[in-house]
T-cell receptor, first 114, second 112 residues
Framework: IAGITQAPTSQILAAGRRMTLRCTQDMRHNAMYWYRQDLGLGLRLIHYSNTAGTTGKGEVPDGYSVSRANTDDFPLTLASAVPSQTSVYFC?????????????FGAGSRLTVL | GENVEQHPSTLSVQEGDSAVIKCTYSDSASNYFPWYKQELGKRPQLIIDIRSNVGEKKDQRIAVTLNKTAKHFSLHITETQPEDSAVYFCAAANSGNTPLVFGKGTRLSVIA
């Protein structure tokens, strides 16, 4: 089934640990995005990639890094997790890099940092 | 950059009544305005979108209106049903390589 796969679905993590959230799409979409969702704050963009080999910073990039080695994969890494990074993380993709395109979201990864 | 404000943050309506959610945007270059619905525990999904060359778009019980002069757009849901209960997000973007900017969401509750 075409779409976006995120892993893990849920994770509890000790503060200071390194964590990578995985995101894979099989739709050959050019652009990919990472959002975090917090109650009352909506969907905030962390990082994005308009095409393989390029990345850009979103609204809340601090403490996160991404890479886009190929079209399908867009992992999000927390180098040293802090409790304020407790959130639900959504990966998304769109066919073209223009913002004026439909986003397809993954099912989300719930991360708790203690 | 773009800033999208969304109101109200919560909305309760009786089943069968209409619901209206309003958004304003700051960047006059924005020309694409989608609405996403997120049911509890699920991922956001597009329900309707409008581009700046039209003022209104309808899809069954859902409609979106756009006022470019005032830089605001609204989602209208008529004859609401319990399954319309969800969080709704508006967003705005232009045709360049800048990602969508989302509003903070509206939690709609339809009371049977």
């Amino acid at each position: 089934i075409a779409g976006i796969t995120q892993a893990p679905t849920s994770q509890i993590l000790a503060a200071g640990r390194r964590m990578t959230l995985r995101c894979t799409q099989d739709m050959r979409h050019n652009a990919m995005y990472w959002y975090r969702q917090d109650l009352g704050l909506g969907l905030r963009l962390i990082h994005y990639s308009n095409t393989a080999g390029t990345t850009g910073k979103g609204e809340v990039p601090d403490g996160y890094s991404v890479s886009r080695a190929n079209t399908d994969d867009f992992p999000l890494t927390l180098a040293s997790a802090v409790p304020s990074q407790t959130s639900v993380y959504f990966c998304a993709s769109s066919a073209q890099s223009s913002g004026a395109n439909v986003l397809t979201f993954g099912a989300g990864s719930r991360l708790t940092v203690l | 950059g773009e800033n999208v404000e969304q109101h109200p943050s919560t909305l309760s309506v009786q089943e069968g009544d209409s619901a209206v959610i309003k958004c304003t945007y700051s960047d006059s270059a924005s020309n694409y305005f989608p609405w996403y619905k997120q049911e509890l525990g699920k991922r956001p999904q597009l329900i309707i979108d409008i581009r700046s060359n039209v003022g209104e778009k309808k899809d069954q019980r859902i409609a979106v209106t756009l006022n470019k002069t005032a830089k605001h757009f609204s989602l209208h849901i008529t004859e609401t049903q319990p399954e319309d209960s969800a969080v709704y997000f508006c967003a705005a973007a232009n045709s360049g390589n800048t990602p969508l900017v989302f509003g903070k969401g509206t939690r709609l509750s339809v009371i049977a």
